[in-house]
């Protein structure tokens, strides 16, 4: 099946630094990519839907200058956790939308800020 | 009313029993319907997928799709130790929708 990536898959910070997350379908071009976030026993909550090309769609509540998100290509989208607070802390997960239109997830990131 | 219901378990069951996990949804519109198995710490992974009503099976599983009803149902034949996870349900029309998702732990 389709494969979509995610790097770092497991990242400490210190509170007020930046962190990036990359995503990146490895075999297919994904011109919709989406960023969750997921804490402990909760289901996901979508965050943002990334259009490459455009600026990504932020779902409400979600800061979209704490969470900047760049689609520069068809098979990178990146999340970047700005000025990270310990209540960032979570699983961050990507998923790709396939030109047929299957959602693939990437792995996730856990994300520790201390 | 959130659009996709599912009930968080936890779901406990010995080895070999045959597993059951629903969700209902409100948006008639949905016409996509998918099932994830997540485990601990990993992302969720596609198990099976199904356009419409009816039924899909693939080994042990088997999806399905009661839009008359707006029912999705899993099941789990045979269960062993490695199903122990959490099986998120989801839908779409142009947005995904998640269901909260259910624990699973079979017991050997």
């Known amino acids: 099946g389709a494969v979509v990536s995610q790097h770092p898959s497991w990242v400490i910070c210190k509170s007020g630094t930046s962190v990036k997350i990359e995503c990146r379908s490895l075999?297919?071009?994904?011109?919709?990519m989406f960023w969750y976030r997921q804490f402990p026993k909760q289901s996901l909550m979508l965050m943002a839907t990334?259009?490459?090309?455009?600026?990504?769609?932020?779902e409400q509540g979600v800061e979209k200058d704490k969470f900047l998100i760049n689609h520069a290509s068809l098979t990178l989208s990146t999340l970047t956790v700005t000025s990270a607070h310990p209540e960032d802390s979570s699983f961050y997960i990507c998923?790709?939308?396939?030109?047929?239109?299957?959602?693939?997830f990437g792995p996730g990131t856990r994300l520790t800020v201390t | 009313q959130k659009e996709v219901e599912q009930d968080p378990g936890p779901l406990s069951v010995p080895e070999g029993a045959i597993v059951s996990l629903n969700c209902t949804y409100s948006?008639?519109?949905?016409?996509?319907f998918m099932w994830y198995r997540q485990y601990s710490r990993k992302g969720p992974e596609l198990l099976m997928y199904?356009?419409?009503?009816g039924n899909k099976e693939d080994g042990r599983f088997t999806a399905q799709v009661d839009k008359s009803s707006k029912y999705i149902s899993l099941f789990i034949r045979d269960s062993q130790p490695s199903d122990s996870a959490t099986y998120l349900c989801?839908?779409?029309?142009?947005?995904?929708?998640f269901g909260a998702g259910t624990r699973l732990t079979v017991k050997p």
């Open positions: 998923s790709a939308r396939s030109p047929t239109y299957e959602q693939y």
């Open positions: 075999d297919f071009q994904a011109t919709t």
């Open positions: 948006n008639s519109a949905f016409q996509y």
């Open positions: 990334s259009n490459e090309g455009s600026k990504a769609t932020y």
């Open positions: 989801a839908m779409r029309h142009n947005d995904m929708r």
């Open positions: 199904t356009y419409s009503s």
